[in-house]
C-alpha cells in the first residue's frame, strides 16, 4: 500500500463531508492518475472498526470482490490517522481502533456488464455499488454522496442532485439505493428529456456520439416506457434516466431508477432490444424481487434459483413489448422466438440442465449468464413463451402472461420479496388443471426438451423448417390465442 501524496488532496476533501445525520461519501475523480479518491464520513457521533467492499453487485451475478480495487486507505478518529490493523477476508479493512472516517484510493473496474468505475479523457462513469464501501452497522444508514465536478465538465445522476459550488450531491435512503444510482459527468452529454405519466425522463448519452441522433433514441425509449405504463398502469419511481454510452463496453446494466446501455451502434431501431431489456427491469428484478434479493446483501452473493424469470422472461416481456409498441412486427417477434428455441436445439447442455439449476448456481461459474452451458436468458425467454402460450390458451385469449406479471406487481413492488413457489403459483392459477401443473414444472425444474410444438399449436403457429408461421384452418380457440398476440392479421 502506497500512501505518499495522498494527504494533501484528501486534506482538500474533509471539509466537505459535513452531513452529520447520515454517512456521507465524497468522491473525487482523478483521471490523470486513471483512480478516484473517496472518503466515507459517518454520522456524527458514530465510530466502527471494520469497512468492506463489495463481493458482488446486483444484476451481475458474478463474484468480483471489490476490495482488491482499493489501492491505499487510512482510517482517522477526530481528524488524527488510526492504523490498519489488518485485514478480513479479501474486502474487508481492521482498523487498530475506532474510526468516524475513512479514506481510500480505488482503480477503475468493471463487472460482466457495466464499468463500476470509469474514467475517460472527456468523461467519467460512476456506478457506486461496486466503488463505494461500508463500515459494520452502515447499510441500513441514510447516505449522501459529493461528486466533485471537473472544471467544465456536465454532470447527470441517477438521482436528482444539489448543485452547490464544485459539489454534486444526491441523498439516497441507505447504502443499497446509492450504490444502484449511477453518476456520468462529462464534457458532452447529449440529453434528451421527456415526460411519461407525469414523471420526467432522460436519455443522456456520451461516448463516441458522431452520428447519434440523440432524439431518435430518447423518442425510442420512451415507446418502451410507455409502454411500461400500458402494462402496469403506473410507473414504480418518481423520476428515470437511459445512460446511453456509445463506442464503449457492450453491454446493459439495469438500476433502480436508471439503466447504463452501453451501445455498439447508432440506429435506435437496432438498439431497441437492449433499451427495452433494461427498461422492462425497472419492474422485474428492481420494483418485483425474490426474498433473497431483498435486501442486497453485498458480501454474500444471493442463491436465487428464478434468474431464468428475472432474466429470461425479462427478455421475454422486452420482445412482447417491442412487438406491441409497434417496434417491431409479428414476424420478427415469432423469428426472436425461434432463434431462443434454436440455440436450445443445438446446444446439448440444455438436455443437463434446468433452468432452475442455471439460476441457482450462476455464482459457481464466471460470466453471469447461467450454470453448466445453460443460459437462463435463452431458456427463460422460451418458458415466457410457453407459459404465456398456456395461459392464453387455457383462457381463450382473454388471459395472458402479462396478467401474471401484473399480479406479481403488485404484490411485491413494496418491498415484499416473493418466495421460491410464487411464480408458479400464479401462473397456475391462471393455467389451472394437473397436467398444466406437471408441464410447468418439467419446464423449470427439469432438463426435459421444451414441448414447443404442442404449445405453439394452441396459437394455431407452426414450425416450418425454422420458421414460425401462422397455421390454415384456425380452430376458433386457437384463432382467439393468435388474435390475442397479433390481432386480427
Ligand atoms: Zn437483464
Redesign the pocket.
Known amino acids: 500500500m502506497v500512501r505518499a501524496g495522498l494527504a494533501l488532496v484528501f486534506g482538500v476533501m474533509t471539509s466537505l463531508g459535513l452531513a452529520a445525520d447520515r454517512v456521507a461519501y465524497t468522491i473525487q475523480f482523478d483521471p490523470l492518475g486513471n483512480q478516484a479518491l473517496v472518503e466515507m464520513d459517518l454520522p456524527e457521533g458514530e465510530t466502527a472498526e471494520k469497512f468492506w467492499m463489495s463481493a458482488w453487485v446486483p444484476?451481475d451475478y458474478e463474484r468480483f470482490d471489490y476490495g482488491k480495487t482499493v489501492s491505499t486507505i487510512s482510517f482517522f478518529k477526530d481528524g488524527e490517522e488510526v492504523k490498519l490493523a489488518g485485514r478480513d477476508g479479501v474486502n474487508g479493512f481492521v482498523a487498530d481502533e475506532k474510526f468516524d472516517s475513512v479514506k481510500y484510493t480505488v482503480k477503475p473496474s468493471r463487472g460482466n456488464f457495466s464499468y463500476n468505475l470509469y474514467l475517460g479523457r472527456d468523461y467519467a462513469w460512476l456506478s457506486p455499488a461496486g466503488v463505494l464501501g461500508f463500515a459494520e452497522g452502515g447499510l441500513g444508514k441514510p447516505v449522501s454522496l459529493t461528486v466533485k465536478k471537473i472544471d467544465g465538465w456536465n454532470i447527470h445522476g441517477a438521482i436528482e442532485g444539489r448543485t452547490a459550488g464544485s459539489s454534486y450531491t444526491m441523498d439516497a435512503k441507505n447504502h443499497e439505493e446509492i450504490g444502484d444510482s449511477p453518476v456520468v459527468m462529462g464534457k458532452n452529454l447529449a440529453t434528451a428529456k421527456f415526460e411519461v405519466g407525469g414523471k420526467p425522463h432522460f436519455f443522456v448519452g456520451f461516448g463516441n456520439l458522431a452520428g447519434v441522433d440523440v432524439a431518435a433514441f430518447g423518442s425510442m425509449c420512451q415507446k418502451a416506457v410507455e409502454q411500461g405504463l400500458k402494462e402496469f398502469g403506473e410507473l414504480p419511481y418518481a423520476r428515470y434516466t437511459f445512460f446511453g454510452e456509445f463506442g464503449n463496453y457492450p453491454a446493459?446494466l439495469?438500476h433502480g431508477t436508471s439503466c447504463r446501455l452501453g451501445f455498439w451502434g447508432n440506429n435506435a431501431q437496432e438498439m431497441s432490444g437492449l433499451i427495452f431489456?433494461?427498461y422492462v427491469?425497472a419492474f422485474n428484478?428492481k420494483a418485483i424481487r425474490p426474498k433473497e434479493l431483498r435486501p442486497i446483501d453485498p458480501l454474500n452473493p444471493p442463491v436465487v434459483d428464478s434468474l431464468w424469470w428475472l432474466?429470461g422472461v425479462?427478455?421475454y416481456f422486452s420482445e412482447l413489448w417491442r412487438l406491441r409498441a409497434g417496434v417491431i412486427s409479428s414476424e420478427e417477434f415469432l423469428a426472436e422466438m425461434r432463434s431462443a428455441y434454436e440455440s436450445t436445439l443445438r446446444n446439448p447442455a440444455y438436455a443437463k440442465v434446468s433452468a432452475s439449476e442455471s439460476s441457482r448456481r450462476v455464482f459457481e461459474v464466471r460470466g453471469s449468464q447461467g450454470f453448466g452451458g445453460v443460459s437462463y436468458y435463452t431458456k427463460g425467454k422460451i418458458i415466457g413463451f410457453v407459459l404465456d402460450l398456456m395461459i392464453r390458451d387455457a383462457s381463450e385469449g382473454k388471459r395472458s402472461l402479462s396478467d401474471t406479471f401484473r399480479t406479481l406487481y403488485k404484490e411485491t413492488r413494496d418491498e415484499v420479496g416473493y418466495g421460491r413457489t410464487m411464480i408458479v403459483d400464479l401462473v397456475r392459477a391462471d393455467a389451472s388443471g394437473e397436467e398444466r401443473a406437471e408441464e410447468l414444472a418439467k419446464l423449470i425444474e427439469t432438463a426435459e426438451p421444451v414441448p414447443w410444438n404442442a404449445n405453439l399449436v394452441k396459437a394455431g403457429i407452426v414450425d416450418r423448417a425454422g420458421r414460425l408461421v401462422k397455421g390454415n384452418d384456425l380452430t376458433e380457440r386457437q384463432k382467439a390465442v393468435w388474435e390475442s398476440f397479433f390481432g386480427k392479421s
Do not use: K, S, Y
Open positions: 444484476g446493459g439495469e431489456h433494461e427491469h428484478v432474466e425479462t427478455d
